[in-house]
DNA sequence: GGGGCCATCCCCCTTAAGTTGGAGGACGCG
DNA sequence: CGCGTCCTCCAACTTAAGGGGGATGGCCCC
């Protein structure tokens, strides 16, 4: 953002951390702290006025923390926002990360890393700490599809215009509705439904609409 | 596994990536390749017959790719998979980690970041390139939560009752089975349900089923 | 050119869903 | 206590859903 120099805030609820982190990064060269925040409204204010390129942000802090202030932050299309914590807890880390964070770091970080990570996060890159990132990557693996199973083993047995309908029952169109959106009569709606329930294995519409959704299908 | 050298399985369509790699590989010390395999379904049986550490993966292989073999291996407790390839598309990037993958680099990585990729992975902790980190965030912090709004308005308006029922549509269950599940009578769910479809502006249980997931009441 | 698959439509029937309008009992609160 | 809210239930009605047949025409492939 400001050429060569990154800007940098630091936001943290111990004076003695700020003073740590200021004369350690005075030795990059390449940064600069631009400001201190003790809490996470002063963090949120002092980035506006100071447009920093890189918010440096302890997770705990009293009042509004860490994870709040991020997300104020993020809100506003601020600074990149490198969340710096001592735990690596699930509920710290995922907060963080979905308030918008950049990055993600312990504070057992060697000075290198942290430079190096500052120096990303400004570039517009990801950081995620090493041993976070298992964490990470476990729940994106989990999040999308329950299991092993979960495939639509009848996908390859419906028609395409039982697929259709498929869709439709999971926007939770009504026989009618679907009738009209692919001009065709009610009975011929209900055959196909009546096909759909069958190969899907479901007894309802309603199942058959969640089926359609839990496999993406809408 | 092996104590302290790191067997790996390497994965590649093009014989002279391959024997890249095996000379790179060679120059760590503490890794070992046990074997190669030119296309997925080689690398899942050599995965199976030799127990590597780690599977060097590349993504785009012929026949069975790089994807779909990593999902099969992780599907069956087999070896951490360290998927290695030239794109950074999000196609490839995400299908790569929703199938379980461990790692994800680009071939443009230097050598010693290679290795220590392998050794953290080999380690169980997660690898995720710099450059597609940050495209991971972003479908991190955007997946939860579509937005700002969304917000179940209607909540507060809901008595428990009238919640039960709604959480009970929302896995698609029927008047009857509701009344079961309740121990009340048909008439009394019919009550609730139309109180709950004039609460939530729907207007059939289907589309209250699809409010009740999408505000995650399921 | 005959068979199979698909999409389309029809009739009849049973059951579930949803509306309307009411009514009684339990509970809490001023 | 009186009032309001909630939960419970009922009856009668209209509409939608789903099953069980059966029929037609188009299309592709052997």
Redesign the pocket.
Known sequence: MSGTVIRVLIADDHASVRAGLLLLLGMAGDIEVVGEAADGALAVAQERALRPDVVLMDARMPGVDGVEATRRIVANAGADVLMLTTFDLDEIVFGALKAGAAGFLLKTVEPQDLFTAIRRVAAGDGVVAPEVTRQVLRRFAAAPEPGPEARPAYAHDL????TDVLVALGQGK???QIAQE?V??L??V?????SV?AKTGT????QAAIEARRVGLV
């Open positions: 028609t395409p215009r039982e009504s026989n009618a692919f065709i009569s009975a011929t209900k055959s196909h439904v009546s329930l007894s309802s519409r309603m």
